[in-house]
Antibody, heavy 129, light 107 residues
Framework: QVQLQQWGAGLSKPSETLSLTCAVS????????WTWIRQSPGKGLEWIGE???????NYNPSLKSRVTVSLDTSKNHFSLNVTSVTAADTAVYYC???????????????????????WGQGTLVTVSS | EIVMTQSPATLSVSPGERATLSCRAS??????LAWYQQKLGQAPRLLIY???TRATSIPARFSGSGSGTEFTLTISSLQSEDFAVYYC?????????FGPGTKVDIK
């Protein structure tokens, strides 16, 4: 059963770069898109971006200019960098995954998978001077 | 982007009773809708995808329905472990978006 374990600095100063890493155990990197989502009191759950096994990325347009998601298959982990952070970036950050291709189960087929399972434990990142 | 809304914001229910949670999308999302449960201090957990398909190990008392822009999560008989916040999420259109959540608490 795949597990996601994440870590990173819990405090960032304004204008600095926030960096988080998520390790994947018990499963393969291939066939999935590896995703970051954050949760704040003000904006709720917000999809940040993702990377697939081939290195292709998708980002939320609202964050795209400041976000990079990268993958290190040799270490079985993926990472998030958010540059030029402000107090608005204060949130709990989660790593998670979604299947990169559709599938059929029983009599039901799902041509596209957009749901997330499982999730890492979350990392609270506070942006403050 | 598609805006998801949920109602009510808080639902007070007695154990053993039925809970009905609503989710609305600002545009049609077809059947591309999921539900998650989040308990205090924990990450969200996938409950349902494709509007009505339960994720692995999710009890049958959880069911989903709806189409287009209106969706419902029903918990047929609330157990103590079901008191939590529930979120809907659309994955029809990028960027994927979540609703603000419905908190189910003990009446």
């Amino acid at each position: 059963q795949v597990q996601l374990q994440q870590w990173g600095a819990g405090l960032s100063k304004p204008s600095e770069t926030l960096s988080l890493t998520c390790a994947v155990s018990g499963g393969s990197f291939s066939g999935y898109s590896w995703t970051w989502i954050r949760q704040s009191p003000g904006k709720g759950l917000e999809w940040i971006g993702e990377i697939n096994h081939g290195g292709g990325t998708n980002y939320n347009p609202s964050l795209k200019s400041r976000v990079t998601v990268s993958l290190d298959t040799s270490k079985n982990h993926f990472s998030l960098n958010v540059t030029s952070v402000t107090a608005a970036d204060t949130a709990v950050y989660y790593c998670t995954r979604r299947r990169a291709t559709g599938f059929c189960s029983g009599r039901s087929c799902f041509p596209f998978v957009g749901w997330f399972d499982p999730w890492g434990q979350g990392t609270l990142v506070t942006v403050s001077s | 982007e598609i805006v998801m809304t949920q109602s009510p914001a808080t639902l007070s229910v007695s154990p053993g009773e039925r809970a009905t949670l609503s989710c609305r999308a600002s545009q049609r999302v077809s059947s591309n809708l999921a539900w998650y449960q989040q308990k205090l201090g924990q990450a969200p957990r996938l409950l349902i995808y494709g509007v009505s398909t339960r994720a692995t190990s999710i009890p049958a008392r959880f069911s989903g329905s709806g189409s287009g822009t209106e969706f419902t999560l029903t918990i047929s008989s609330l157990q103590s472990e079901d008191f939590a916040v529930y979120y809907c999420q659309q994955y029809n259109t990028w960027p994927f978006t979540f609703g603000p959540g419905t908190k189910v608490d003990i009446k």
